[in-house]
Every structure is written in structure tokens, then in C-alpha cells.
């Protein structure tokens, strides 16, 4: 086998190389420059997505935390408004006993006062059938029968008096 020497093979392989350098120069270049500009909007895009995560992950925890202070809080206002109801009832009740215990105390000593007004008015009635008796027995004499007869008669007076 032998070789020829063919211009037309060299003229390809020149056409070749200058379309290589044709195609470096006009679609090579931008082709990369395409490509590259693509890399960095798909890492900005990654990147973007990634800080708003980011940001989104900080934003659920701070919603998180505050729920948390919410509900401490409600935690907290109910058990003050439960303790305040607490310390009112018993607030309350004491004032019911302390009034009740006066109450009582005023009718005990409206008992006692009626006691001792009744007891001197049976003093007196004492003291004075006492000395309506006396002023009979004095008038009469001290015999049985008198003795007796007074007596039914004192007994008859005080029944009148009721």
C-alpha cells in the first residue's frame, strides 16, 4: 500500500483546522460562557434556596419559641386567676363566719339581755307577791289554816299574772 500524496486530503485537513478555529472562536467561547453563566444562576438558585430554608428554619423557631411564651403565659394568667378566685372564695367565707359569728353573738347576747329582763321582772313580781303575802300574814295571824289559805291564794295570784 502506498501512499499518495493527495491535495485534496490537505485541503480538508485545512478546511478541518480552520473550522476548528472558526468554531472556537464564534461557538466554543460563548458556548462556555453559556455554560458558565448557567453554573452560577443554578448555584445562586441553590444558594437562595438554601438562605431562605435558612431563613424560614429561623422563622418557624422564633414562631415556635413565641407560641411557647403564649402559652406559658396563658399558663400563667390562669393559675393567678385561679389562685385570685381561690384566695376570694376563701375571702369570702371567712367574712360569711366572721358575720355569721357576730350574728350570733348579737342574738346570744339579745337572749341573755330578754333572760335578765325577765328574771327581774319575776324578781319584782316575787318581791311584791312576797310582800302582799307578808302583809297578810301580818293581818291575820300565823294559824294552819290561814297559813294554808294564803298560800292557795299566792298560788292563785301568780296563775293571774301569767
Known amino acids: 500500500?502506498?501512499?499518495?500524496?493527495?491535495?485534496?486530503?490537505?485541503?480538508?485537513?485545512?478546511?478541518?483546522?480552520?473550522?476548528?478555529?472558526?468554531?472556537?472562536?464564534?461557538?466554543?467561547?460563548?458556548?462556555?460562557?453559556?455554560?458558565?453563566?448557567?453554573?452560577?444562576?443554578?448555584?445562586?438558585?441553590?444558594?437562595?434556596?438554601?438562605?431562605?430554608?435558612?431563613?424560614?428554619?429561623k422563622i418557624k423557631a422564633e414562631y415556635e419559641a413565641e407560641m411557647r411564651?403564649?402559652?406559658?403565659?396563658?399558663?400563667?394568667?390562669?393559675?393567678?386567676?385561679?389562685?385570685?378566685?381561690?384566695?376570694?372564695?376563701?375571702?369570702?367565707?371567712?367574712?360569711a363566719k366572721a358575720e355569721a359569728e357576730r350574728l350570733k353573738e348579737g342574738a346570744l347576747a339579745d337572749i341573755q339581755r330578754e333572760r335578765e329582763k325577765a328574771i327581774a321582772e319575776l324578781r319584782d313580781q316575787v318581791a311584791s307577791l312576797a310582800i302582799l303575802v307578808a302583809g297578810k300574814v301580818i293581818k291575820e295571824g300565823l294559824d294552819v289554816q290561814a297559813h294554808e289559805r294564803l298560800v292557795q291564794d299566792a298560788v292563785k295570784e301568780v296563775a293571774q299574772l301569767q
Open 1 to 57: 500500500m502506498e501512499l499518495k500524496f493527495n491535495a485534496t486530503i490537505l485541503m480538508q485537513m485545512v478546511n478541518f483546522l480552520l473550522l476548528l478555529v472558526l468554531l472556537r472562536l464564534v461557538a466554543y467561547k460563548p458556548l462556555l460562557k453559556v455554560l458558565e453563566e448557567r453554573q452560577k444562576y443554578v448555584a445562586n438558585t441553590i444558594a437562595q434556596a438554601e438562605n431562605q430554608r435558612a431563613e424560614a428554619e
Open 69 to 95: 411564651r403564649a402559652r406559658e403565659q396563658a399558663q400563667a394568667i390562669i393559675e393567678r386567676a385561679t389562685k385570685a378566685g381561690e384566695e376570694q372564695a376563701l375571702n369570702i367565707i371567712a367574712q
